[in-house]
């Protein structure tokens, strides 16, 4: 089967998890490739948005087998600031063209993966219209994403709101990370679609079990992995993480993320009793990223709303338990490696973070990770749906 990957971003501004899913599918015997239009702001990652390429190229993947190569045809857009309309409009024209253009050079998908209804899911539905071709979406944004783009209730752009909604509707059926997702936009979109829960994957041979040294007397130490940087500090909920941590003693908290050396957050730390034990590190590398996780005890995230966080199956696949909010979905809840508080309440979050402290890491919970996301398992679920 042939198949076309859209993602609507790819790293640096996310988007690990087309990258994976198209290594799955080829690693399960699929021809894959991906079309990519990365829209560059000028406030995020400014510099790279003064100097990136401006022409069209192609990059060579390998699958997690090495049995077929993935073809990655891609460009940068650079959107105009606060106009998503002209933004959106020129997307889909990009995206129309590079598609000719890849059917020219390797022929016509058999369907196609759009990740993310507003941009990337727009664009394969003008395709599908034009062209016949079946369309899948899987969509990772949250409804708090969407409220913080547009208004809560949505005040602005409601021509977006409605393309959203057509781009779900006309799919063949809308891939969701999680259950609660389907509710989580149903009073946004509607749900006149047919859905299905497949996880993310997550690369569990690269964040895996790893046996850590005994505490001892050394401080416990917490993690958390979140960007700070604009909406992201209250989506993520650092105000409740850090009055929650002012309260713990004998404990070290390990700050990664975006911004997460900026202004901000940097005061926000200074102004607390034991801010000597929180050390903020910026943004790290996958390999950074593994690194911390290997030398800390338990991941925290005080999240206010998530799909299926990243970075909490990361943490578990490499055998620490993790604290978070009811906002995570029920599939992630591992009995005995997962502790939550409610949303905005930093008294029961400092609970959870003594309560997780009498569990080890372990290989238990390592497997439990695998064996909902690994390659493997998420490129079978994919494979039979397409099929």
Not at 90 to 104: H, L, T
Not at 314 to 333: H, K, N, Q
Not at 365 to 386: D, H, Q, T, W, Y
Request: hydrophobic share 40%; glycine share 6%; net charge positive.
């Amino acid at each position: 089967m042939h198949i076309l990957e859209i993602p609507s971003f790819l790293p640096p501004y996310g988007g690990y998890f087309c990258i994976e899913q198209a290594k799955a599918l080829a690693a399960c015997g699929h021809e894959v490739g991906i079309l990519h239009c990365q829209q560059l702001g000028a406030t995020v990652y400014p510099w790279h948005f003064l100097t990136a390429r401006y022409n069209r190229w192609e990059e060579q993947l390998h699958p997690f087998n090495d049995k077929r190569t993935i073809t990655l045809y891609r460009t940068n857009m650079r959107g105009i600031p606060r106009n998503i309309l002209y933004n959106q409009r020129r997307y889909c024209k990009i995206i129309a063209e590079m598609f000719e253009e890849y059917v020219s050079r390797y022929g016509c998908p058999d369907v196609i993966h759009a990740h993310c209804a507003q941009w990337a899911g727009t664009a394969a539905m003008r395709i599908s219209e034009k062209k016949n071709i079946p369309y899948f979406v899987t969509e990772h944004l949250s409804s708090g994403i969407f409220h913080d783009n547009y208004g809560n209730p949505w005040s602005h752009d409601l021509w977006a709101k409605e393309l959203i909604r057509m781009a779900l509707e006309k799919a063949k059926c809308v891939i969701t990370v999680s259950d609660e997702s389907v509710l989580d936009l149903a009073p946004l979109f509607g749900n006149n679609f047919k859905t299905v829960t497949i996880s993310n994957i997550i690369d569990v041979d690269f964040f895996k079990y790893k046996e850590r040294t005994e505490r001892n007397n050394r401080p416990f130490r917490f993690c958390c992995l979140a960007n700070a940087n604009g909406r992201f500090y209250e989506l993520k909920g650092y105000d409740t993480l850090l009055k929650a941590f002012s309260k713990c003693k004998n404990a070290e908290l390990h700050i990664a993320g975006r911004e997460t050396m900026g202004k901000k957050l940097k005061n926000a730390v200074c102004s607390l009793p034991n801010s000597k034990n929180i050390f903020l590190y910026g943004e790290l590398s996958k390999e950074g990223v593994r690194a911390l996780l290997w030398r800390c005890d338990a991941l925290v995230l005080a999240t206010c709303s998530e799909m299926q966080p990243l970075v909490i199956m990361e943490a578990m696949s490499t055998g620490i338990p993790v604290v978070s909010t009811t906002a995570i979905p029920m599939a992630l809840r591992i009995p005995g490696a997962f502790f939550t508080s409610p949303v905005n309440n930093p008294d029961a979050f400092h609970e959870a973070m003594i309560a997780v402290q009498a569990v080890k890491p372990s290989e238990v919970i390592s497997n439990a990770i695998r064996n909902m996301a690994s390659p493997e398992i998420v490129g079978r679920k994919l494979e039979k749906l397409f099929m």
